[in-house]
């Protein structure tokens, strides 16, 4: 059994703490929690189980750490503290720890990190004997290890989409969704989201990895924007009131140029409200979705749509980010220290797992 610490409870840590309980191979040892109200709370109460965990979440991050867990699933946010994210990551390494999280996109393409932080890494890794992989579903698996394994079933590959396509008013990230995104400011607003060369950071690793996997060459990586307002005030459950004539819609893509062609793209379809953009495409839910184009011959397409916390898409997504990081633990815990990427791990099915934890 791996002594396994979860770092974080929001809603990727949530999942976590689900996910290393249910892993055969798997022991939850510690939760760590920032705000001290949490403190002290079991971690199956945390994470939204009917059952306790027998685990207390601590806000003490030395002492975890110095008990030297076997693994670290990071799930505290990466977006607005990317420093101190790494930061974290880093002392984890050095005590060992095999450490799994979606918090650093520049770690996606690993490769490719910028060489201050990969050498901070790596130094971890060599004075701990840690090893490192950043993932999650979008920048993540919806984009790298699901589109390559599509485009294997083909004869002719012309292009790649990988789309997200997402009603943003099922998120439980109103900060997020309002001022990151820009749903419901006025039109003249710039979202940091699509801010220019923010997306070919955050998904830009991800149009590197498969052009890798591929064997293709990149001219570059092109960013495309557009927003559409919304034609009257709409109410919603979780975030209030957003006004007619502000952004209700965005659509960008972030593309990967091969032979002058956009070849490789990763794109996302986001709404606050279903009226906005009815042109544009819709999950077959209404609410979330996740599809995959491969053009060529045959033209391949497949959709991913995954639910959790009673049916929750967004909290479905969380936990297929999870379900892939948790799964590597044990492979990266057999293989030599290093920082590892999507390409090195490989898909496997649910050993031990099926009929597990029914209850």
């Known amino acids: 059994m791996i002594s396994t610490a979860v770092w974080g409870t929001g809603n990727v840590g949530r999942a976590a703490i689900r996910a290393v309980a249910a892993h055969p191979g798997l022991e939850l040892t510690d939760v760590i929690v920032h705000n001290p109200d949490k403190a002290g709370r079991d971690a199956g109460e945390l994470a939204g189980l009917d059952h306790k965990l027998g685990v207390a979440a601590t806000t003490d991050v030395a002492a975890v750490l110095a008990a030297r867990p076997g693994a670290v699933v990071y799930a505290a946010s990466g977006e607005i503290r990317p420093d101190d994210a790494l930061a974290d990551i880093v002392a984890a390494i050095d005590v060992g720890a095999v450490v799994v999280t979606p918090a650093l996109y520049a ?15 790596l130094s971890a890794i060599e004075a701990g004997g840690g090893s490192l992989f950043v993932s999650g579903i979008d920048p993540g698996w919806g984009n790298d290890v699901l589109p390559l394994l599509m485009s294997g079933l083909g004869t002719v590959v012309d292009g790649i989409r990988c789309q997200e396509i997402f009603d943003y ?28 060369s923010v997306p070919t950071m955050v998904w830009g690793g991800q149009i590197r990895l498969m052009a890798r996997a591929l064997g293709v060459e990149l001219d570059e990586i092109r960013e495309t924007v557009v927003r559409r307002e919304l034609e009257t005030t709409i109410s919603t459950a979780a975030m209030g009131e957003f006004a007619a004539g502000t952004q209700g819609a965005m659509r960008f893509e972030v593309q990967g140029i091969v032979a002058g062609e956009p070849a490789i793209v990763i794109e996302h379809i986001t709404r606050i409200h279903p009226s906005c953009a009815p042109d544009w495409p819709v999950p077959p839910n209404g609410t979330g979705a996740h599809r995959v184009i491969v053009e060529g011959r045959p033209r391949i397409e497949v959709t991913v749509e995954a639910t959790d916390e009673d049916g929750n898409y967004a909290a479905g997504g969380n936990a297929t980010a999870v379900g892939r990081l948790v799964a590597a633990i044990d492979w990266l815990t057999a293989a030599e220290p290093g920082i590892y990427d999507a390409l090195d791990i490989p898909l496997r099915p649910a050993a031990g797992r099926l009929g597990r934890n029914r209850t």
Do not use: W
């Open 107 to 121: 770690f996606y393409d690993a490769r490719n990190a910028p060489a201050e932080q990969r050498e901070k890494a």
């Open 169 to 196: 008013s099922s998120y439980d990230q109103p900060d997020s969704v309002r001022y990151l995104v820009g749903m419901g400011q006025p039109m003249d607003y710039d979202p940091p989201m699509v801010a220019p």
